[in-house]
């Protein structure tokens, strides 16, 4: 259960990089009691080869591109002559999705993934399928952004040990969850609003003029490692039913739990619900637009990967059929003819 905190706590993971058995359970524990309340935390000190300023120019490089050029890496719903079903680009969709206005780029495993045939049968979608790219010429970055994925998998997969460890397991035992991970490096952009297109937000008592660009919801997976740039949005729902903002935080990069790790965990764990408001309009035709940028990564285990509570009660489940059943709420995963050309 989340608690009524007022803001997230800051996490110094910098016993990965040391390696001290007595700094690495004090993290363990540290983490343990962060996902048992907040669900979410800053975390600093985090050991990766690039910086802030790096990883969003590269997101500025891949959406500066034509939007011509994108839509060739569009997902099949997006359209219909591609083959990628899910990896690949989803551009805004105004029409059907006015208070989810984003558009995205969705990388998986770098590494060859063989297609769970028995799970796809006549499905739409192969979770398993190959990255699509942009040439080399109109967008060098592919094998940093591989690297970037690799880096991210790591790391994720060492908070995973830290986790096995404070849930009373061995560092190992979540290891097989990780064979043909289905993790995901997604480049977001939230485009600034025009002014009166703002959608609000349904039911929300705190604040009726709240205008979303993604809307409330938990991750599916295991957690969540967030980069946000500066401009503001994230919010994330406390015990008390309080949106509390999310800024970033210098150097800093989020981590939150996501569904199956919350199920694994027995409920000790928490999956806490979040948003994302849109970026502010421009307030004069000479101010500054600024648009928002974001990049999760969500840190999944393999699609036939049974999950069940450690605790023994309620039922396993194949990840690939979890995460099928929650895409339907995705709205990158809903057509739109509209897609948005401007
Ligand atoms: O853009 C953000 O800060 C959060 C994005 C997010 O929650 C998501 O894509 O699941
Ligand atoms: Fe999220």
């Known amino acids: 259960m989340t608690t009524s905190f007022s803001s997230l706590p800051i996490v110094d993971v910098g016993a990965l990089n040391n390696g001290n058995e007595q700094d690495l359970a004090s993290l363990s524990k540290t983490l343990y009691s ?5 669900g979410f935390a800053y975390l600093i000190n985090v050991p990766f080869s690039f910086d802030h300023d790096e990883i969003f120019q590269l997101a500025r490089d891949f959406f500066g591109l034509p939007l011509e050029r994108k839509m ?4 099949k719903s997006f359209r219909s002559e591609n083959d990628n079903t899910y990896r690949g680009y989803f551009p805004t969709q105004p029409l059907t999705a006015s208070d989810n206005l984003k558009e995205g780029f969705e990388i998986g495993s770098p590494r060859t ?3 769970v045939q028995s799970s796809l049968g006549s499905r ?3 979770l398993s399928e190959p990255n699509v790219w942009p040439n080399e010429a109109e967008f060098p970055s592919r094998s940093r952004l591989e690297q970037i994925y690799d880096e991210l998998q790591t790391f994720a997969s060492q908070l995973l040990s830290l986790l096995a460890v404070s849930l009373g397991k061995d560092r190992d035992y979540f290891s097989s969850w990780l064979q043909y991970s289905l993790s995901t490096l997604r ?7 025009p002014q009166g297109k703002l959608e609000y937000a349904k039911g929300d008592s705190e604040d009726n003029s709240v205008k979303l660009s993604c809307t409330p919801h938990t991750d599916s997976g295991i957690l969540t490692l967030l980069h946000q740039d500066a401009t503001p949005g994230l919010e994330v729902l406390n015990a008390s039913g ?3 903002p999310a ?3 210098p150097g800093s990069i989020i981590v939150n739990i996501g569904d199956l790790m919350a199920k694994v965990s027995g409920g000790r764990f928490t999956a806490t619900m979040h948003r994302v408001r849109s970026p502010p309009p421009k307030s004069t035709p000479q101010a500054d637009a600024c648009s928002r940028f974001s990049i999760p990564f969500f840190f999944e285990p393999g699609e036939m990967c049974i999950v069940r509570p450690l605790n023994g009660g309620g039922e396993a489940v194949a990840y690939g059929e ?3 059943k929650k895409m339907s709420t995705w709205v990158e995963f809903q057509d739109d003819s509209g897609y948005d050309t401007t």
């Open 187 to 193: 480049l977001l952009h939230y485009p600034i609003v």
């Open 322 to 324: 979890h995460v099928r």
């Open 34 to 38: 962060v996902f048992t309340t907040t």
């Open 124 to 126: 739409k979608i192969n």
């Open 242 to 244: 309080q949106w509390v």
């Open 247 to 249: 800024p970033y935080v």
């Open 72 to 75: 060739r890496l569009a997902k």
């Open 113 to 115: 993934q063989p297609v």
